[in-house]
């Protein structure tokens, strides 16, 4: 039982932040990654960017030296810091932890919350 509480989205001029958060309020017995992905009208979802249980990270190209993502273990929390927005930013950006199970592993997804970059 994992559900994945999203907040921090909104709107924001080109150039601006904006801080991206995401807690399980329920229990997850061994992550092996959370992440942030995102969906964009007429595209498919895409992964933004990934941080593993060991601490190593993963990031799309294109948002590469302006997003960084975070955690904190202990609160079950993921962040993901997004600086320098540009409009092509614009998508509902979705919450992905990744548990390890003993013969693969399980996806929990937030609902989304939206990013809207615009002048």
């Known amino acids: 039982q994992v559900q994945l509480v999203e907040s921090g989205g909104g709107l924001v001029q080109p150039g601006g932040s904006l801080r991206l958060s995401c807690a399980a309020s329920g229990s997850i017995f061994n992550i092996y990654s959370m992440g942030w992905y995102r969906q964009a009208p007429g595209k498919q979802r895409e992964l933004v960017a990934a941080i593993t249980s060991g601490g190593s990270t993963n990031y799309a190209n294109s948002v590469k030296g302006r997003f960084t993502i975070s955690r904190d273990n202990a609160k079950n929390t993921v962040y993901l810091q997004m600086n320098s927005l540009k409009p092509e930013d614009t998508a509902v950006y979705y919450c992905?932890?990744?548990?390890?199970?003993?013969?693969?592993?399980?996806?929990?997804w937030g609902k989304g919350t939206l990013v809207t970059v615009s002048p």
């Open positions: 992905n932890f990744r548990e390890v199970k003993a013969f693969g592993t399980m996806d929990y």
